[in-house]
């Protein structure tokens, strides 16, 4: 177990610096003169530019540009916008908390909800539990989350008037909640609808397993069967489908901040990507590449713990 | 007859499956009885329907099946001389009482026993779950004790260590040993085996059966034993019935069925088999022609289509069983004359 974890973490790394790689030579072919934004149209001239370029070390080969992007990184100086002067770090990592704050919560309510739901349309199945869930599940798979953010403003913020449509409370500024409730709605439901449906699909298949029929042959009552065998068969799958979906989540984010004028993360990538600001861009995707990576180590792991055929290291 | 102990009694039973808004019979008018102290086999060609004959006395039913019949009865001689009678015919599938009927009672050894433990509890655990459920006075150490026992006597060398292990450290012939634990653990009165060696190999297969065996006549148990080895049978069953086609076409006891067969299929069915078994792997496919496609409803005989005998009367109506002589039934009109008994 303890060599697979290591042999994992390094092919991470490994991975890591390759997809960064990848990225930065992307964006650095995409064309895009970041010297021509900063100089602004009025003072580009060719020697400005010029003087500039070599200044900023952008007529250096790629590969040592990416290195030294490296060492930057690793010296904590991340980087800044090129277009509009904030660093990384201000810009960008101290709006984390805001994007965190709405994503984890729609994590959370999503799972708690989804996983009750799940279980308890595959108990009934063909209940009317278990039509809902499924309404709740086309719902969401066929709609983006922006969609359901510009819905609930319609109904909740200017049918209704009952929550604001946007902003976000900073700490100390009084109740934080009402600003909260719609982004992480928007958010929640269609991965909520996702989940319900995958735990109730995963649950009927294994409800369907010998090993489940051997459980009621013992005579242990329904809620036991459900609960110590079909769901308990049911979480690796369903665990990995939920931590692929963070990712997938803070991906939504990025639209549901817009929509909302949350001041997260998202909302400076937007911006960063119109203005062709690469290093934020940059950044962003690193960040967004090893968050991927970990989550994906995490199932592994995870899925790991749950099985005793790995979990005792065969 | 007065005296006999009858502890399953099955009559008219019929089971059905939806599926696709199809209605499907599959098991039809199936009748018996199964004596105290007795073991049944009940043989057929595969997809005749034996596992769903036992499965819907049981209850352990997949949702899309119906079930019909005019009673199941089971009688628990257990207490005294009088029995305690049980209509399972009215019990709800995973209601109370079927509950309670199932581990103490009435206990099952599937058809796979690599599918039949779940892979994620150690097999200790696995056996003490329904000692537990059914005893709930009792302590996980007393059950766990009870459990090294029982594998002591199955035969299983260190047993302390085997009841700390996931089904996946076993072979397949430990699995099968751990499974029929779990099936006796609550000493049953009456334990349904559906093939429960057709995955292991021959010389495993004979230890577990013999195992089975002494059971059965040391406590007086009763057991229903689903097998395509008909050399199995010979050595553990004391009453024979055929199936085909969902329907029993032949019935009595082993001695009646092997030395004077009389349906045509059973004839079939014993000619193509060696009786000392079958090489693993080795198929049923030696009776001419195929079973047909249960969805196709048909009048008279089922097996008219194979059947070298066949008459046109064969092919109307509903075929009558025959007793030709004590016990022994045979669903086919060559026996006509004889006294009509299903
Ligand atoms: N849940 C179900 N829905 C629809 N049809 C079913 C279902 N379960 C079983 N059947 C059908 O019932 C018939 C009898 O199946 P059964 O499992 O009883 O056969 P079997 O005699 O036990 O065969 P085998 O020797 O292969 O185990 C088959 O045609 C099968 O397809
Ligand atoms: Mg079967």
């Known amino acids: 177990m303890a060599k697979y974890i290591v042999r994992r973490l390094i092919t991470m790394v490994i991975m890591v610096f390759v997809i960064s790689l990848v990225i930065f030579i992307a964006l650095q072919s995409t064309g895009v003169d970041p010297v021509g934004q900063m100089l602004g149209v009025d003072n580009y001239t060719k020697e400005a530019a010029e003087e500039m370029r070599e200044k900023l070390g952008l007529n250096d080969p790629i590969i040592v540009q990416f290195f030294r992007w490296w060492g930057n990184i690793f010296k904590g100086e991340y ?24 994503t984890l919560y729609a994590l959370l309510i999503s799972t708690v909800i989804g996983l009750l739901i799940g279980m308890l349309s595959a108990f009934w199945q063909n209940s009317i539990i278990d039509y809902l869930g499924r309404g709740i599940a086309v719902l969401g798979n066929s709609m983006p989350e922006y969609f359901f953010a510009l819905i609930l403003i319609q109904i909740f913020s200017i049918k209704l008037g009952l929550l604001p449509s946007a902003g976000r409370i900073p700490a100390g500024g009084g109740s934080r909640l009402p600003n909260l409730i719609l982004p992480v709605c928007a958010l929640a439901i269609p991965l909520c609808g996702n989940l319900m449906r995958y735990t109730r699909n995963t649950m009927l298949d294994v409800a369907n397993q010998e090993y489940v029929k051997l459980a009621r042959s013992k005579g242990i009552p329904e809620w036991k069967v459900y609960i110590k065998h079909i769901f308990r068969n049911s979480m690796r799958p369903v665990i990995t489908i939920l931590l692929f979906r963070l990712t997938i989540l803070i991906g939504g984010s990025v639209a549901v901040e817009t929509v909302f004028a949350w001041p997260g993360v998202g909302q400076v990538l937007t911006k960063a990507i119109t203005a062709s600001d690469y290093w934020v861009v940059m950044f962003y995707t690193l960040f967004m590449a090893i968050m991927m990576l970990s989550i994906s180590f995490l199932i592994d792991l995870i899925g790991a713990l749950l099985d005793p055929r790995v979990r005792l290291g065969k | ?201 021959v010389t495993i297969q004979a230890q577990i059966m013999e195992l089975m065996k002494k059971l059965q006549t040391d406590y007086n148990k009763s057991i ?45 069915l014993l000619s193509s088999v060696p009786v000392l078994g079958l090489e693993q792997g080795q198929k049923l496919t030696t009776i001419p022609g195929s079973t047909p496609n249960p969805a196709d409803l048909k009048e008279g005989c089922e097996f008219a289509g194979r059947c070298p005998f066949c008459t046109d009367a064969c092919l109307k109506g509903k075929i009558p069983g025959f007793e030709i002589e004590e016990g022994h039934m045979v669903r086919c009109l060559r026996c006509a004359g004889h006294k009509e008994v299903d």
């Open chain 2, 224 to 268: 229903i034993l689903i097998t395509h080895n008909m050399g199995l049978v010979t050595e553990m069953a004391d009453d024979v019935i055929v199936m085909y086609m969902g329907r029993i076409v032949e019935k009595g006891s082993l001695r009646q069925i092997f030395s004077n067969p009389s349906h045509p299929y059973t004839k079939m």
């Open chain 2, 1 to 201: 007859m007065e005296d006999k102990k009858i502890i399953l009694d099955v009559k008219n039973l019929n089971t059905s499956f939806k599926s696709d808004g199809q209605v499907i019979k599959i098991i039809k008018d199936v009748s018996f009885q199964l004596e105290k102290g007795r073991s049944l086999a009940i043989v057929g060609e595969s997809g005749c329907g034996k596992s769903v004959t036992v499965h819907s006395v049981t209850r352990l039913m997949a949702k899309n099946a119906i079930i019909n019949s005019d009673h199941v009865i089971y009688r628990s001689y257990r207490n005294s001389e009088e029995p305690k009678e049980y209509r399972i015919d009215k019990m709800s599938n995973y209601g109370k009482e079927m509950r309670s009927l199932r581990g103490p009672e009435i206990s099952m050894v599937f058809q796979d026993p690599m599918a039949s433990l779940n892979p994620v509890y150690r097999v200790g655990d696995q056996i003490i779950e329904g000692l537990l459920e059914h005893n709930k006075s009792m302590s996980k150490k007393e059950a766990m004790e009870k459990a090294i026992d029982m594998l002591k006597k199955l035969g299983i060398p260190a047993p302390e260590q085997r009841v700390k292990d996931y089904p996946y450290q076993l072979s397949g012939g430990m699995k099968q040993r751990i499974v029929i634990a779990i099936a006796m653990i609550n000493d049953p009165e009456l334990i349904i085996a559906d093939e429960p060696t057709t995955a292991l190999d």
């Open chain 1, 79 to 102: 980087g800044k916008s090129i277009a509009l002067g904030y660093t990384v770090k201000d810009g960008l990592i101290a709006k984390w908390p805001a994007t965190l704050e709405i």
